[in-house]
Protein backbone atom coordinates (compact mmCIF):
# COMPACT_ATOMS: atom_id res chain seq x y z
CA UNK A 1 0.00 0.00 0.00
CA UNK A 2 0.79 3.23 -0.42
CA UNK A 3 1.59 6.42 2.20
CA UNK A 4 3.06 9.64 2.40
CA UNK A 5 4.48 11.09 5.41
CA UNK A 6 5.47 14.37 6.45
CA UNK A 7 7.01 14.22 9.29
CA UNK A 8 7.04 18.09 10.29
CA UNK A 9 3.60 19.06 10.94
CA UNK A 10 4.46 23.10 11.44
CA UNK A 11 7.52 24.69 10.98
CA UNK A 12 7.87 28.77 11.55
CA UNK A 13 10.56 30.56 9.61
CA UNK A 14 11.46 34.45 9.44
CA UNK A 15 10.97 36.21 5.87
CA UNK A 16 13.80 35.88 3.59
CA UNK A 17 15.41 32.39 5.48
CA UNK A 18 15.56 29.00 3.43
CA UNK A 19 13.09 26.41 4.45
CA UNK A 20 12.89 22.32 3.30
CA UNK A 21 9.50 20.69 4.14
CA UNK A 22 10.23 16.91 3.91
CA UNK A 23 8.21 14.45 2.39
CA UNK A 24 9.02 10.28 2.45
CA UNK A 25 6.96 8.01 0.86
CA UNK A 26 6.47 4.19 0.43
CA UNK A 27 5.30 2.31 -2.47
CA UNK A 28 5.76 -1.64 -3.93
CA UNK A 29 5.43 0.22 -7.72
CA UNK A 30 8.58 1.04 -9.84
CA UNK A 31 6.34 3.16 -11.66
CA UNK A 32 4.45 5.83 -9.69
CA UNK A 33 4.47 10.01 -9.38
CA UNK A 34 4.44 12.40 -6.75
CA UNK A 35 3.17 15.59 -6.21
CA UNK A 36 3.22 19.02 -4.13
CA UNK A 37 0.37 21.30 -3.06
CA UNK A 38 -0.14 24.35 -1.30
CA UNK A 39 -3.05 25.29 0.62
CA UNK A 40 -3.13 28.96 1.24
CA UNK A 41 -6.26 29.74 3.56
CA UNK A 42 -8.30 30.36 1.44
CA UNK A 43 -8.59 26.54 1.13
CA UNK A 44 -7.61 25.91 -2.31
CA UNK A 45 -5.23 23.54 -3.11
CA UNK A 46 -2.48 24.73 -5.40
CA UNK A 47 -1.11 22.63 -7.84
CA UNK A 48 3.18 23.32 -7.89
CA UNK A 49 4.85 19.76 -9.24
CA UNK A 50 4.55 16.51 -10.52
CA UNK A 51 7.24 14.08 -11.14
CA UNK A 52 7.65 10.63 -12.03
CA UNK A 53 9.67 8.06 -10.28
CA UNK A 54 11.63 7.70 -13.58
CA UNK A 55 13.10 11.22 -13.83
CA UNK A 56 15.40 12.03 -10.44
CA UNK A 57 16.70 15.27 -11.68
CA UNK A 58 16.22 17.81 -9.33
CA UNK A 59 14.06 20.66 -10.16
CA UNK A 60 14.08 24.54 -9.91
CA UNK A 61 11.62 27.00 -10.56
CA UNK A 62 12.26 30.80 -9.46
CA UNK A 63 12.58 29.99 -5.76
CA UNK A 64 11.39 26.93 -5.45
CA UNK A 65 13.22 23.50 -5.78
CA UNK A 66 12.79 19.68 -5.25
CA UNK A 67 14.90 17.23 -4.23
CA UNK A 68 13.91 13.72 -5.70
CA UNK A 69 15.94 10.63 -4.01
CA UNK A 70 14.63 7.03 -4.95
CA UNK A 71 17.66 5.58 -2.35
CA UNK A 72 15.84 6.91 0.60
CA UNK A 73 12.41 7.49 -0.85
CA UNK A 74 12.23 11.23 -0.44
CA UNK A 75 11.05 14.04 -2.36
CA UNK A 76 11.87 17.24 -0.20
CA UNK A 77 10.71 20.89 -1.29
CA UNK A 78 12.82 23.52 -0.46
CA UNK A 79 11.77 27.26 -0.57
CA UNK A 80 14.72 29.98 -0.78
CA UNK A 81 14.26 33.24 0.72
CA UNK A 82 11.12 32.96 2.10
CA UNK A 83 8.02 35.20 1.83
CA UNK A 84 5.21 36.64 4.15
CA UNK A 85 3.12 34.84 1.18
CA UNK A 86 4.30 31.54 1.16
CA UNK A 87 2.30 30.85 4.84
CA UNK A 88 0.46 28.24 3.62
CA UNK A 89 -0.09 23.95 4.21
CA UNK A 90 2.24 22.17 1.85
CA UNK A 91 1.08 18.84 0.87
CA UNK A 92 2.67 15.72 -0.57
CA UNK A 93 1.44 13.29 -2.49
CA UNK A 94 1.76 9.82 -4.33
CA UNK A 95 0.03 8.27 -6.79
CA UNK A 96 1.03 4.44 -8.27
CA UNK A 97 0.37 3.40 -12.07
CA UNK A 98 -1.07 0.20 -12.30
CA UNK A 99 -2.21 -0.74 -15.97
CA UNK A 100 -6.15 -1.16 -15.96
CA UNK A 101 -6.98 0.40 -12.37
CA UNK A 102 -7.58 3.40 -11.06
CA UNK A 103 -4.65 4.16 -8.33
CA UNK A 104 -5.61 7.45 -6.36
CA UNK A 105 -3.35 10.22 -4.72
CA UNK A 106 -2.70 9.54 -1.41
CA UNK A 107 -2.19 12.54 0.49
CA UNK A 108 0.46 13.01 3.30
CA UNK A 109 -0.79 15.10 6.69
CA UNK A 110 0.69 18.43 4.72
CA UNK A 111 3.18 20.90 7.06
CA UNK A 112 1.78 24.49 7.91
CA UNK A 113 4.34 26.71 6.66
CA UNK A 114 4.15 30.21 8.50
CA UNK A 115 6.85 32.83 7.36
CA UNK A 116 6.94 35.97 9.65
CA UNK A 117 7.75 39.38 8.47
CA UNK B 1 -14.48 31.13 -15.23
CA UNK B 2 -11.63 29.79 -15.23
CA UNK B 3 -9.94 26.57 -13.73
CA UNK B 4 -12.21 24.38 -10.78
CA UNK B 5 -15.08 26.68 -9.83
CA UNK B 6 -17.33 25.49 -6.06
CA UNK B 7 -20.20 27.11 -4.78
CA UNK B 8 -21.27 27.88 -2.55
CA UNK B 9 -18.01 29.02 -0.18
CA UNK B 10 -19.80 28.30 3.11
CA UNK B 11 -22.57 26.47 4.09
CA UNK B 12 -24.32 26.20 7.52
CA UNK B 13 -26.88 22.87 7.66
CA UNK B 14 -29.01 21.37 10.70
CA UNK B 15 -29.31 18.02 10.68
CA UNK B 16 -32.60 17.33 8.87
CA UNK B 17 -31.93 19.58 5.72
CA UNK B 18 -31.08 18.77 2.21
CA UNK B 19 -28.62 20.71 0.77
CA UNK B 20 -26.12 20.72 -2.58
CA UNK B 21 -22.57 21.67 -3.82
CA UNK B 22 -21.99 22.26 -6.82
CA UNK B 23 -18.64 22.22 -8.84
CA UNK B 24 -17.82 23.13 -12.41
CA UNK B 25 -14.76 22.84 -14.01
CA UNK B 26 -13.58 24.61 -17.34
CA UNK B 27 -10.66 22.87 -18.27
CA UNK B 28 -11.96 20.57 -20.69
CA UNK B 29 -11.00 17.74 -18.24
CA UNK B 30 -12.90 14.38 -18.31
CA UNK B 31 -12.08 13.01 -14.58
CA UNK B 32 -13.87 14.99 -11.78
CA UNK B 33 -13.66 14.19 -7.87
CA UNK B 34 -15.20 14.86 -4.34
CA UNK B 35 -12.66 15.15 -1.50
CA UNK B 36 -13.54 15.61 1.91
CA UNK B 37 -10.70 17.33 4.35
CA UNK B 38 -11.64 16.99 8.11
CA UNK B 39 -9.26 19.54 10.91
CA UNK B 40 -6.31 16.92 11.14
CA UNK B 41 -6.60 14.69 9.06
CA UNK B 42 -5.36 13.68 5.38
CA UNK B 43 -7.68 14.08 2.46
CA UNK B 44 -10.28 11.67 2.08
CA UNK B 45 -10.81 10.56 -1.33
CA UNK B 46 -14.87 10.42 -1.83
CA UNK B 47 -15.71 9.49 -5.37
CA UNK B 48 -14.52 9.97 -8.63
CA UNK B 49 -16.61 9.57 -12.21
CA UNK B 50 -14.07 10.13 -15.59
CA UNK B 51 -16.56 10.66 -18.61
CA UNK B 52 -19.51 10.61 -16.41
CA UNK B 53 -19.28 7.57 -15.01
CA UNK B 54 -19.02 6.82 -11.08
CA UNK B 55 -15.39 4.63 -10.88
CA UNK B 56 -14.48 5.11 -7.27
CA UNK B 57 -16.66 4.96 -4.01
CA UNK B 58 -14.80 4.73 -0.68
CA UNK B 59 -17.53 3.68 1.45
CA UNK B 60 -18.82 6.90 1.87
CA UNK B 61 -22.15 7.07 3.87
CA UNK B 62 -25.49 7.10 2.04
CA UNK B 63 -26.13 10.39 2.94
CA UNK B 64 -23.97 11.89 0.39
CA UNK B 65 -24.90 11.25 -2.52
CA UNK B 66 -23.20 12.67 -6.20
CA UNK B 67 -24.43 13.72 -9.54
CA UNK B 68 -22.20 13.51 -12.88
CA UNK B 69 -24.50 15.30 -15.64
CA UNK B 70 -21.76 16.12 -17.79
CA UNK B 71 -17.95 16.63 -17.60
CA UNK B 72 -17.93 19.81 -16.58
CA UNK B 73 -20.22 19.48 -13.76
CA UNK B 74 -20.66 17.39 -10.31
CA UNK B 75 -22.60 17.72 -7.83
CA UNK B 76 -22.63 16.45 -4.42
CA UNK B 77 -26.41 15.78 -2.68
CA UNK B 78 -26.26 16.14 0.99
CA UNK B 79 -29.23 14.39 3.67
CA UNK B 80 -29.45 13.47 7.22
CA UNK B 81 -26.26 14.70 7.78
CA UNK B 82 -24.18 14.64 11.17
CA UNK B 83 -21.62 17.48 12.89
CA UNK B 84 -18.77 15.06 12.40
CA UNK B 85 -19.84 15.80 8.34
CA UNK B 86 -18.18 19.19 9.14
CA UNK B 87 -15.18 19.86 6.91
CA UNK B 88 -14.12 21.64 3.43
CA UNK B 89 -15.43 19.82 0.75
CA UNK B 90 -12.90 19.83 -2.24
CA UNK B 91 -13.37 18.95 -5.66
CA UNK B 92 -10.70 18.61 -8.36
CA UNK B 93 -10.81 17.58 -12.30
CA UNK B 94 -7.82 15.90 -14.18
CA UNK B 95 -7.55 14.92 -17.67
CA UNK B 96 -7.79 11.13 -17.01
CA UNK B 97 -8.77 9.05 -14.06
CA UNK B 98 -6.06 7.30 -13.61
CA UNK B 99 -4.71 9.14 -10.83
CA UNK B 100 -0.97 9.99 -12.53
CA UNK B 101 -2.98 12.60 -14.08
CA UNK B 102 -2.41 16.10 -12.29
CA UNK B 103 -5.54 16.81 -10.59
CA UNK B 104 -6.76 20.62 -10.04
CA UNK B 105 -8.59 21.57 -6.95
CA UNK B 106 -11.63 24.36 -6.78
CA UNK B 107 -11.27 26.63 -3.85
CA UNK B 108 -13.65 24.31 -1.62
CA UNK B 109 -17.34 24.33 0.31
CA UNK B 110 -16.65 25.08 3.85
CA UNK B 111 -19.03 22.66 5.06
CA UNK B 112 -20.78 23.41 8.87
CA UNK B 113 -23.22 20.88 10.11
CA UNK B 114 -25.21 21.83 13.51
Known amino acids: AQKVTQAQTEISVVEKEDVTLDCVYE???????LFWYKQPPSGELVFLIRRNSFDEQNEISGRYSWNFQKSTSSFNFTITASQVVDSAVYFCALSEFSSGSARQLTFGSGTQLTVLP | ETGVTQTPRHLVMGMTNKKSLKCEQHLGHNAMYWYKQSAKKPLELMFVYNFKEQTENNSVPSRFSPECPNSSHLFLHLHTLQPEDSALYLC?????????????FGPGTRLTVL
Open chain 1, 27 to 33: TRDTTYY
Open chain 2, 92 to 104: ASSQGYRGTDTQY
